[in-house]
């Protein structure tokens, strides 16, 4: 209950993304995918934030991917720290959710120049295919063609 209660506030909180709090129940992993080093930063410290003002001291927050983990964790990570957890044997084995956040960048994977779409397309079809969450959920801004992608944004 604790873990759902500060997802779902982080979750509220966030600019672009929101979750309906029955999504939230039963979950203890999550992976939560940006784009930048600075918003891995800000998303960890949000969490942080939340967990101190709601005494939640059984969640743990990672920024970088830890082979050994027990119940109520969020990984927040970029896609480069995502895809590199798969050199390690069943990475995110048990994943309740997948939140990508700024996802509208997956949309240049098709332009050669743009290497960190790839990985980022790379990484979805990895866990998707391979860990198989219980749900994605996709958040970003002036998104077009996302079907093209074959997720369900449900």
Excluded at 75 to 90: C, D, G, K, P
Aim: hydrophobic share 40%; aromatic share 8%.
């Amino acid at each position: 209950m604790q873990f759902k209660t500060l997802l779902s506030t982080r979750c509220q909180n966030a600019y672009t993304l929101s979750i309906i709090r029955e999504t939230l129940k039963g979950l203890d992993y999550v992976l939560y995918i940006v784009p930048t080093l600075s918003l891995v930063s800000q998303v960890t410290k949000d969490l942080t934030n939340l967990k101190r003002e709601y005494n939640l001291h059984d969640i743990e927050v990672f920024n970088s991917y830890q082979e050994k983990r027990t119940k109520n964790v969020i990984y927040v990570l970029t896609q480069e720290r995502a895809i590199s957890a798969f050199n390690h044997e069943n990475p995110f084995t048990g994943l309740d959710i997948l939140v990508v956040d700024e996802i509208q960048n997956i949309e240049r994977v098709a332009d050669e120049s743009e290497q960190r779409s790839k990985i980022l397309y790379d990484v979805l079809k990895e866990i998707k295919h391979l860990v198989k969450p219980s749900k994605i959920i996709l958040s970003g801004a002036r998104l077009k063609n996302m079907a093209l992608l074959r997720f369900s944004c449900s």
